[in-house]
């Protein structure tokens, strides 16, 4: 990991040293250290960025709740335009992802893990294209991992709880399967359920936007060097790249919702196989 | 001419890597998703169960590109 961070720190430099065109590297995701450096709680750009999105979220949410509270009290049926707004998210998690994967009962029962991890990746995805923001904070393996985590130990949970050990059986001796090809499906049952899943998870989610982040730079940097830096002709380069740079924004902005939506229904079809009857 | 140097190549080889890495998943991805328009052309009341499960299909086939993006971090 170091050796590759260290090749291309020299590549970048290398190049932005000739006054020529500066690629991004892996560096945009380790920014300048801003607070506690050398200690666990170091603060850089996108720990900021964490913590924004966390209280924006948490203000969000408390504001929706009180005002849903509120309506209930007084019996106000018609709901205001930003009640409705909180009423559409949240019943969208509710009823498309938990009430469709999992049914009335046991949607109801994972609904607080399913929204918080649905909000959370899509107000975390969302900034990397704000402006002044511009990187998503899960595009950094941290957050991902924490969140893979929850949805490993939350299925296995499942399955525990109402299967008992026979959980951990079904899912590695499947049933239908002549007894001496367990030599062959048992590891590739164990690698995939137990290994795989956590790990695409996490990995789906960084790469996706670290991917995008990546593309964005380029095209922006690439402008900026056609329009000032490139010669004659070349310049015109800088309107192609600018507006494939706008066309890439708005695909974040599908992007970064596609994988909240996606992570949250992983996690919620995970669940809803350890909760299955059949084995 | 310099007889050496006739076509040279400069850069990592592990581009080359992920342009094969990318080629499975592209060609996974494409046959979800042209699978799942052909069944919902055929049965458009169950888009929206076939469009979940397109989105499962996706996710898996896209991880392995996505694994050969995150390797070269990990391994060079």
Redesign the interface.
Same mark, same amino acid.
Request: charged share 10%; proline share 3%; hydrophobic share 75%.
């Given at each position: 990991?170091i050796? *590759?961070l260290s090749?291309l720190t020299q590549a970048a430099y290398a190049e932005a040293s000739d006054g020529g065109f500066s690629a991004p590297s +892996?560096d945009e995701f380790y920014p300048q250290v801003i607070a506690f450096q050398g200690t666990w709680f170091e603060l850089d750009r996108i720990m900021l960025i964490r913590l924004l999105v966390m209280t924006a979220l948490i203000v969000l949410f408390w504001l929706w709740s009180s005002k849903f509270k509120k309506s209930y009290k007084n019996n106000i049926l018609v709901p205001s335009r930003f009640q409705l707004m909180g009423e559409i998210s949240l019943n969208f998690v509710r009823k498309n992802i938990a009430h469709?994967?999992l049914g009335e009962k046991d949607g109801e029962r994972f609904l607080p893990l399913l929204t918080t991890i649905f909000f959370l990746i899509l107000g975390m995805n969302i900034t990397g294209i704000i402006p002044f923001l511009n990187i998503a904070g899960t595009s950094r393996i941290g957050l991902p991992v924490v969140l893979a985590a929850v949805a490993y130990v939350t299925f296995i949970y499942a399955g525990v709880r109402k299967h008992r050990m026979k959980f951990f059986t079904a899912n590695l001796f499947p049933a239908g399967v002549p007894k001496a090809f367990y030599v062959l499906v048992t590891p590739i049952e164990f690698l995939s359920t137990f290994i $795989?899943r956590p790990v695409?998870l996490a @990995?789906?989610l960084?790469?996706?936007m670290?991917?995008g982040h990546l593309l964005l730079v380029l095209c922006f940097s690439a402008t900026q060097f056609f329009f000032f830096n490139a010669e004659g002709f070349f310049k015109l380069f800088g309107a192609g790249t600018f507006v494939f740079g706008f066309a890439f924004t708005v695909f974040e902005i599908l992007v970064s919702f @596609?994988q909240a939506? %996606?992570f949250t $229904?992983?996690t919620t %079809?995970y669940i809803q196989l350890a909760l299955a009857d059949e084995h | 001419m310099d007889v050496n140097n006739i076509a040279e190549l400069s850069g990592n080889i592990a581009v080359v890597g992920y342009g094969l890495a990318a080629i499975g998943p592209g060609i996974g991805v494409g046959l979800v998703v042209s699978k799942t328009i052909e069944s919902i052309a055929r049965q458009p009341e169950l888009a929206s169960k076939l469009q !979940?499960t397109m989105? @499962?299909g =996706? *996710?898996?086939t896209? *991880?392995l590109a996505? +694994?050969g $993006? *995150?390797t070269?971090? =990990?391994f !060079?």
């Open positions: 990991m050796n *590759a090749l +892996i469709e994967q $795989l695409t @990995l789906r960084t790469m996706n670290i991917a @596609l939506y %996606v $229904l992983l %079809v | !979940v989105w @499962l =996706i *996710a898996f896209e *991880a996505l +694994i $993006l *995150a070269p971090f =990990i !060079v």
